[in-house]
């Protein structure tokens, strides 16, 4: 049994002597502040997901911010959004003015639905924006359909789905705004770091505008903007990450099926037959909600780090009052038995495999 001083950490990430060293180039270089490092980060990201433009930014939250005002949505427009999501993709929302509508999500494959989000719809709907939970893309097809119906704007939050396919095809390829991160626990990591990707120059060329106060140069602002630049030390790192990125997925690949292999008796998140690649950023398992809390603190306290991804974002204490409590029947259930086991690129199957022995054990004691 792993005993409490012996931690499995929750998402292990993968920093080697080519990060290290990338970032030591930058530190001696002399320009250590957004540059060139950031450029070439820039065009790897447009090559390996096969979209023409891509701009990176301090982090997701920032990169989701910078693609709402680039898409013109502000005060007055409503954003539809899952209420199952980290609560970063509502907040960007908050920030820029708009309104947040929550939609449900289905509760097995953790995502919302173009069927779930139509109904949502109303005249002030301005743009849709469905979340990859876990890094398992959504329906883009039929999200693009109803985008197009509408005459409405779909903005991907794909946070976690880098490396992802959709129909066999990259997610962030797909011609709309989509949105990533590069925080330390996804799947290519820049310790901090988001991107934009589109396939429009004109929203390309207004959020490199955004992420610096909209300055064109001489301290002349034509557009409003923040200070959402990153460093060339994170685009290093993020840059030599990104070259990785097919070994890191296929990893996390290779562990969920040792999961699931050895837990078969669970259920998990289900994936539609128009995933040809989910990179599983996070591992979820779903347990019986009666004994959920008891088994996920055995795991704790046996050395496992897991996280409860996500409470939603009508159960957060900071938004009390401002959203529906009732409706999100998807949502709700998928909250009360989820548990994220341990899922990283520098997650060894030997650790797996002992998560899965505890997770076992666990069931068996409070069942």
């Known amino acids: 049994m792993v005993t409490s001083n012996i931690v499995i950490p929750w998402a292990k990430p993968a920093i080697d002597k080519e990060e290290r060293r990338a970032a030591l180039k930058v530190i001696d270089s002399g320009w250590m502040t957004q540059g060139k490092v950031t450029e070439s980060l820039e065009k790897e990201i447009c090559k390996k997901m096969k979209c023409k433009h891509a701009v990176v930014t301090s982090n997701g939250t ?105 129909k066999n095809k990259k997610i962030g390829s797909f011609g709309h705004t989509a949105v990533f991160s590069f925080h330390i626990a996804k799947i290519a990591a820049g310790i901090e770091g988001g991107v934009v990707v589109t396939n429009d120059k004109k929203i390309a060329d207004l959020i490199k505008l955004i992420r610096s106060h909209g300055d064109t140069g001489g301290y002349n602002s034509v557009q409003f903007g923040l200070n959402f630049r990153t460093s060339d030390i994170h685009s290093a790192i993020a840059l030599e990450q990104m070259k990785k990125i097919g070994n890191f997925v296929s ?41 959920r809390n008891k088994v996920n603190e055995f795991l704790n306290k046996n050395g496992v780090e897991t996280r409860i991804c996500w409470r939603p974002v009508h159960k957060q204490k900071c938004h009390a009052n401002k959203f529906e409590t009732t409706g999100f029947s998807g949502a709700d259930a998928i909250y009360s038995r989820i548990i994220n086991l341990p899922m990283g690129n520098g997650l060894s199957e030997k650790e797996v495999m002992k998560v899965s022995i505890l997770m076992k054990k666990a069931v068996q004691k409070y069942q």
């Open 251 to 291: 990893h996390r690949m290779k562990l969920a099926s040792v999961y699931k292999d050895e837990l078969k008796d669970f259920k998990f998140q289900i994936i539609p037959d128009y995933v040809s690649c989910h990179p599983y950023m996070l591992f979820a398992i779903l347990v019986d909600p009666h004994i």
């Open 62 to 166: 920032t990169a989701l911010i910078c693609a709402l005002i680039a898409n013109g949505i502000g005060p007055g427009d409503e954003v539809i959004v899952p209420s199952f999501t980290f609560i970063a993709s509502v907040n960007s929302i908050i920030s820029v003015g708009a309104k947040p509508v929550l939609v449900d999500s289905d509760p097995h494959t953790f995502n919302t639905t173009p069927e779930l989000v139509r109904k949502k719809i109303t005249s002030k709907t301005k743009a849709i924006m469905p979340v990859d939970v876990a890094g398992m893309p959504v329906d883009i097809d039929a999200f693009q359909d109803l985008a197009k119906t509408k005459k409405i704007i779909l903005l991907e939050d794909a946070a976690e789905a880098m490396g992802a396919s959709y």
